[in-house]
Protein backbone atom coordinates (compact mmCIF):
# COMPACT_ATOMS: atom_id res chain seq x y z
CA UNK A 1 0.00 0.00 0.00
CA UNK A 2 1.62 4.04 -0.99
CA UNK A 3 0.31 6.71 0.99
CA UNK A 4 -2.46 7.71 -1.93
CA UNK A 5 -4.15 4.36 -1.22
CA UNK A 6 -4.20 5.13 2.54
CA UNK A 7 -7.74 6.60 4.32
CA UNK A 8 -5.61 9.60 5.90
CA UNK A 9 -8.39 10.82 8.56
CA UNK A 10 -7.72 13.82 10.65
CA UNK A 11 -6.52 14.81 13.26
CA UNK A 12 -3.80 12.46 13.07
CA UNK A 13 -1.89 12.54 16.66
CA UNK A 14 1.72 12.05 17.89
CA UNK A 15 3.53 11.09 20.93
CA UNK A 16 6.09 14.24 21.86
CA UNK A 17 7.34 15.59 25.02
CA UNK A 18 9.71 18.68 25.48
CA UNK A 19 7.70 21.13 22.85
CA UNK A 20 6.56 24.34 23.32
CA UNK A 21 3.16 25.74 22.54
CA UNK A 22 3.06 29.32 20.50
CA UNK A 23 0.70 31.57 22.62
CA UNK A 24 -0.90 33.02 19.12
CA UNK A 25 -1.97 30.10 17.57
CA UNK A 26 -1.91 27.34 20.63
CA UNK A 27 0.04 25.12 18.09
CA UNK A 28 2.99 22.80 18.83
CA UNK A 29 6.03 24.79 17.55
CA UNK A 30 8.08 22.07 15.94
CA UNK A 31 11.74 23.21 16.64
CA UNK A 32 15.11 21.57 17.68
CA UNK A 33 13.89 20.54 21.11
CA UNK A 34 10.68 18.37 20.58
CA UNK A 35 11.27 15.05 21.09
CA UNK A 36 8.70 12.81 19.92
CA UNK A 37 8.51 8.69 19.54
CA UNK A 38 10.37 7.08 16.46
CA UNK A 39 10.15 2.90 16.37
CA UNK A 40 11.85 0.90 13.61
CA UNK A 41 10.30 1.27 10.75
CA UNK A 42 10.00 -2.58 9.92
CA UNK A 43 12.29 -4.52 11.54
CA UNK A 44 16.16 -4.12 11.63
CA UNK A 45 14.87 -0.66 9.72
CA UNK A 46 15.67 2.59 10.48
CA UNK A 47 13.60 4.76 12.89
CA UNK A 48 10.60 6.46 11.90
CA UNK A 49 7.97 8.70 13.13
CA UNK A 50 5.16 7.19 14.57
CA UNK A 51 1.46 8.43 13.96
CA UNK A 52 -1.85 7.59 15.38
CA UNK A 53 -5.11 7.93 13.51
CA UNK A 54 -7.29 7.84 16.54
CA UNK A 55 -6.68 9.28 20.00
CA UNK A 56 -6.90 6.22 21.97
CA UNK A 57 -4.44 3.72 20.02
CA UNK A 58 -2.06 6.69 20.81
CA UNK A 59 -3.07 7.02 24.65
CA UNK A 60 -3.02 3.28 24.54
CA UNK A 61 0.15 3.03 22.71
CA UNK A 62 1.92 5.70 25.30
CA UNK A 63 0.29 3.97 28.43
CA UNK A 64 1.93 0.75 27.34
CA UNK A 65 5.26 1.81 26.27
CA UNK A 66 6.15 5.59 27.02
CA UNK A 67 3.60 7.10 29.71
CA UNK A 68 5.82 10.27 30.04
CA UNK A 69 5.24 11.46 26.56
CA UNK A 70 1.55 14.02 25.22
CA UNK A 71 -0.99 12.93 22.94
CA UNK A 72 -0.48 15.61 20.52
CA UNK A 73 -2.70 16.61 17.30
CA UNK A 74 -2.13 17.53 13.84
CA UNK A 75 -5.50 18.49 13.49
CA UNK A 76 -5.36 19.00 9.08
CA UNK A 77 -3.27 17.83 6.31
CA UNK A 78 -1.14 20.78 6.31
CA UNK A 79 -0.09 20.99 9.61
CA UNK A 80 0.90 16.91 9.00
CA UNK A 81 2.51 18.29 5.71
CA UNK A 82 4.82 21.03 7.87
CA UNK A 83 5.26 18.70 11.14
CA UNK A 84 6.94 15.93 8.07
CA UNK A 85 8.85 18.63 6.52
CA UNK A 86 10.53 19.30 9.72
CA UNK A 87 11.50 15.96 10.37
CA UNK A 88 12.17 15.13 6.91
CA UNK A 89 16.17 15.60 7.32
CA UNK A 90 16.48 13.32 9.69
CA UNK A 91 14.07 10.43 9.67
CA UNK A 92 12.95 8.36 6.09
CA UNK A 93 9.93 6.92 6.84
CA UNK A 94 6.55 7.00 8.90
CA UNK A 95 4.90 4.11 10.82
CA UNK A 96 0.98 4.64 11.17
CA UNK A 97 -1.28 3.11 14.06
CA UNK A 98 1.64 1.26 15.11
CA UNK A 99 0.68 -1.75 17.73
CA UNK A 100 2.96 -2.11 20.47
CA UNK A 101 2.52 -5.75 20.94
CA UNK A 102 2.68 -6.76 17.42
CA UNK A 103 4.96 -4.42 16.46
CA UNK A 104 2.60 -4.07 13.57
CA UNK A 105 1.68 -1.15 11.47
CA UNK A 106 1.59 0.92 8.19
CA UNK A 107 4.64 2.17 6.93
CA UNK A 108 5.24 5.27 4.14
CA UNK A 109 8.46 6.82 3.62
CA UNK A 110 8.08 10.13 4.32
CA UNK A 111 8.18 12.33 1.14
CA UNK A 112 5.94 9.86 0.14
CA UNK A 113 3.40 11.31 3.17
CA UNK A 114 4.44 14.79 2.20
CA UNK A 115 3.40 14.41 -1.54
CA UNK A 116 0.05 12.90 -0.23
CA UNK A 117 -0.22 15.68 2.40
CA UNK A 118 0.40 18.39 -0.54
CA UNK A 119 -2.32 16.74 -2.24
CA UNK A 120 -5.28 16.74 0.12
CA UNK A 121 -4.02 20.04 1.01
CA UNK A 122 -5.18 21.19 -2.36
CA UNK A 123 -8.26 19.21 -2.07
CA UNK A 124 -9.12 20.99 0.76
CA UNK A 125 -7.99 24.15 -0.21
CA UNK A 126 -10.56 23.43 -3.72
CA UNK A 127 -13.30 22.54 -1.00
CA UNK A 128 -12.98 25.81 0.78
CA UNK A 129 -12.95 27.96 -2.23
Known sequence: MNAS?????FPVYILATNYTMSPATEKV????KIRFITPEAWPGGPCAIAL????????????????GLDVL????PSALKEFLE???GDYLAVVVDLNRKTR?????FVQEAIAE?????????????
Open 5 to 9: EFVWT
Open 29 to 32: IFDD
Open 52 to 67: FTDAHLAEQFRDESSP
Open 73 to 76: PLRT
Open 86 to 88: RAK
Open 104 to 108: RATPF
Open 117 to 129: MDRLTSYENDLND
